[in-house]
């Protein structure tokens, strides 16, 4: 019998693999298929609980600063709980380190982390330490969020219309990848002010992050080159498909949108938003519209790990 392997069915592949075979009880709100799971706790809040590890080689170099590595691994997680529309609280974070590691990188490591931490409010409750042959940085993340101002991927509606926060930008040539600041202050303010039906982070390009609000919501998009291709320095292929931007990629209804962008004209928006495409029937079909007004399908994919 021939055994399949990882590479085979990929990284999503994998991940649907392991949801098919948990279970979960009543007090879950939303498992594996999310920038962070959702869990029962109070009367008008769920709690949000998301996972990232950063690997060396993978993710960073053990040449590039370290406080900005320990800066990256606790803003991916900053950046997840942003994407669900809620607030980062506490975090547990592991690390497999090298004996041969110098002690002064393990230090910067943590004022990275430590400065982050203090920017957002978030408590360092915790961990643990091993030895591994390559620099590993696992956080776990606790946050919550009001239940009338919950995100998920899986509820965008036909009809949408589709924004991002920033711009798109080639961050791994820039070094912005390890110094993004997570738009939580963004977030805050969207679902706070508008009725937001989707939202994700844009962490593994903006064809691949798109493609889990289509999967998840069982619809299709159209997108425009004109309005997402407006940095002078970054290509069209880093904008579709290059990853760790972690700007916020949200759709809401179209009377909700003509009043983001009234407001947006008026200045009450103090951060930069565009408007790339909408959300259509068609499911898991995203069309790219390029300068010339020329149609085609795109693939719905970016970075992957498998």
């Not at 170099?61 to 506490?90: E, F």
Request: hydrophobic share 40%; aromatic share 6%; glycine share 8%.
């Amino acid at each position: 019998m021939k055994l399949s392997t990882i590479n085979k069915i990929g990284e999503f592949g994998l991940i649907d693999m392991i949801k098919k075979m948990v279970k979960l009880d009543a007090s879950v709100v939303k498992g594996i298929g999310d920038d962070a799971a959702v869990l029962n706790f109070s009367r008008d809040k769920y709690l949000l609980l998301t996972s990232d590890m950063l690997i060396e080689d993978v993710h960073f170099k053990c040449t590039m600063q370290a406080s900005n590595i320990g800066h990256k691994a606790l803003a991916c997680s900053v950046s997840d709980i942003a994407a669900m529309g809620g607030i980062p609280k506490n975090a547990v974070i592991s690390l497999g380190l090298p004996t041969s590691l110098e002690i002064s990188f393990v230090k910067d490591l943590y004022k990275g982390i430590a400065n982050i931490a203090k920017k957002f409010k978030i408590n360092i409750v915790g961990g643990d330490t091993n030895r591994a042959e390559k620099i590993i940085i696992d956080v776990t993340l606790l946050g919550e969020v009001e239940k009338k101002n919950l995100v998920l991927r899986s509820t965008a509606k036909t009809g949408d219309l589709i924004f991002i926060t920033g711009s798109l930008e080639e961050t791994l040539k820039t070094g912005k990848h390890l110094t993004f600041k997570p738009r939580l202050k963004e977030s805050r303010f969207l679902v706070k002010n508008y009725r937001i039906n989707s939202m994700i982070d844009i962490s593994d390009g903006l064809a691949q992050d798109l493609g889990h609000i289509l999967n998840e919501s069982h619809k299709g998009a159209v997108i425009y080159q004109r309005a997402i291709l407006k940095n002078k320095d970054t290509s069209l292929k880093e904008a579709l498909y290059g990853g760790e931007n972690y700007e916020l990629l949200f759709t809401l209804s179209q009377s909700q949108a003509r009043r983001l962008l009234r407001d947006k004209a008026k200045g009450k928006i103090k951060f930069p938003i565009s408007e790339i495409g909408s959300i259509t029937k068609s499911k898991n079909k995203l069309i790219f519209i390029d300068a010339d007004n020329k149609e085609k399908t795109l693939k719905l994919r970016g970075f992957r790990h498998f």
